[in-house]
């Protein structure tokens, strides 16, 4: 693709998260101009965990960020599945994850991961980005390609594929936060509709997540998590909970007819398939769909006025069945973990390889 042709080419990327950020650098990265648009008036940087899976190294390696993720990054090894009592029942695969992959998974604190995409970013020779702009007509929008990456509330998707699938809520309760103490328990603790879970993060430091039914307060999260296993309940009552962040688990259904539309449009992350957090994966897949658009792009786009529709045709055939397969798992694994009758779950569970 030659530079000069390049040049001329503009995008809008609606959305300035861990997709539309590493959108926004491949784009640069194929010579585009490009314009990120965000909806909040600052970025957030509260400070969860991202696993990112072997092959999503390998994507942040192609767009330049190998390096900032493996000096921020931590190995997530030796972990386990437990029941409420403490009693082990499996492993997690971690160890077979990193054999056939030659790296482990690693884990990676939210605020280093969008600090080291907006300096990658910056070091392509930069996008510019809009604070504080909510888009209410996308296709208004003047450019030669329009990346939603906006989220499970996508104002792009529904300008382009109407509301038949739109965010469902799934009856639980999502809370998530950062212990002060390194816990050196890791993995999940799966009991009657609810779980918890502890992952490093970075040093002095425990991620934590928990879903439940119902609880509305700190109070009713905590007693929610009374009589578990040690450090369970020590990570709640040592945490601040003006540090908590609170959400409704949601998903995007139906699963979309295409993440393209138009010849110019495309979604990625969230936008396109938000998914339940039990595989992880939500930042894999945005950074995998970020990365795989950005390649098509790159190396079709310039053949002529059919190039650009050809590499976003490419990128949908790419992406979509594989990251709406993750999508389809990681429900499936959340009805499963919060299984109201988890006596047979857990003997399923115990004949897992160790």
């Not at 030796?78 to 009592?85: L, Q, S, V, Y």
């Not at 499996?90 to 056939?100: D, S």
């Not at 190039?307 to 429900?331: C, I, K, M, N």
Request: glycine share 12%; net charge positive.
């Amino acid at each position: 693709m030659r530079s000069g042709s390049r040049s001329k080419s503009r995008a809008v990327v609606v959305g300035a998260g861990v997709g539309g950020l590493a959108t926004a650098i491949g784009l640069r990265r194929a010579g585009w101009a490009v314009t990120v648009l965000e909806g909040r008036t600052a970025l957030e940087r509260y400070g969860t965990a991202f696993g990112i899976h072997p092959t999503a190294q390998a994507a942040l390696e192609r767009l330049g960020l190998g390096e900032a993720l493996r000096a921020h990054a931590v190995p997530y090894r030796d972990a386990r599945i437990r029941r409420p009592d403490g009693m082990v029942l499996a492993a997690l695969p971690l160890e077979r994850i990193e054999r056939k992959a030659g790296r482990p998974e690693l884990l990676i604190a939210r605020p280093r991961l969008i600090d080291a995409l907006l300096a990658e970013l910056d070091r392509t020779g930069g996008a510019e980005i809009v604070y504080g702009r909510r888009l209410t007509d996308p296709a208004g929008l003047e450019a030669d390609l329009v990346v939603g990456a906006d989220g499970i509330n996508s104002a792009v998707r529904t300008a382009y594929f109407g509301r038949t699938s739109g965010p469902r809520a799934i009856g639980s309760v999502a809370w998530i936060g950062i212990a002060g103490f390194e816990t050196g328990v890791y993995g999940e603790t799966w009991g009657e509709g609810r779980f918890f879970g502890m992952t490093p993060v970075e040093p002095g430091r425990t991620n934590w997540y928990a879903t439940v039914p119902e609880a509305t307060t700190a109070d009713e999260l905590r007693d929610a998590f009374a009589g578990w296993h040690d450090p369970i309940p020590r990570v709640l009552a040592e945490t601040g909970p003006a540090t908590w962040i609170r959400y409704e688990m949601r998903h995007l259904h139906p699963a979309l007819p295409a993440f393209v539309a138009a010849g110019r449009v495309a979604l990625v992350g969230d936008a396109a398939h938000a998914m339940t957090p039990n595989l992880g994966q939500g930042a894999c897949t945005a950074l995998l769909d970020a990365e795989a658009l950005t390649r098509a792009v790159a190396e079709i786009a310039a053949v002529g006025p059919g190039g650009l529709p050809a590499a976003l045709r490419a990128y949908d055939t790419e992406r979509r069945r594989s990251a709406q397969r993750v999508a389809l798992g990681s429900r499936t694994l959340h009805r499963f973990v919060t299984a109201r009758h988890p006596g047979l779950r857990d003997a399923l569970v115990r004949l897992l390889p160790g």
